[in-house]
C-alpha cells in the first residue's frame, strides 16, 4: 500500500459537538482532541463561530492536540 492512496477521513462535527456536550454534563469547560484527529479547518471555522475558543496545545503536559473551550 502506497502513502498517496491513502485518504484523511476528518472527524464529524457532530462527534465534536457530542464530546462537547458529554464533558459540560460533567462540569467541564474543556475537551481535548488528540494531534492524530483530523479535524478540518471549516470545522474549526464553524466552532468558532459557534463560540467556542480553538487552540492547539498539551493536554497533560504528554500529548499534544486541539483543545476546545466554552
Not at 464533558?23 to 470545522?43: G, M
Request: net charge neutral; hydrophobic share 35%; with cysteine.
Amino acid at each position: 500500500m502506497k502513502a498517496k492512496h491513502l485518504k484523511k477521513v476528518p472527524e464529524a462535527i457532530e462527534n465534536i459537538y457530542k464530546q462537547i456536550s458529554e464533558a459540560n454534563s460533567n462540569n467541564q469547560f474543556k475537551c481535548f482532541l488528540p494531534h492524530f484527529i483530523y479535524v478540518t479547518d471549516e470545522t474549526r471555522l464553524q466552532l468558532i463561530k459557534d463560540g467556542y475558543k480553538i487552540y492547539e496545545g498539551n493536554w497533560d503536559s504528554l500529548i499534544t492536540g486541539l483543545i476546545i473551550e466554552w
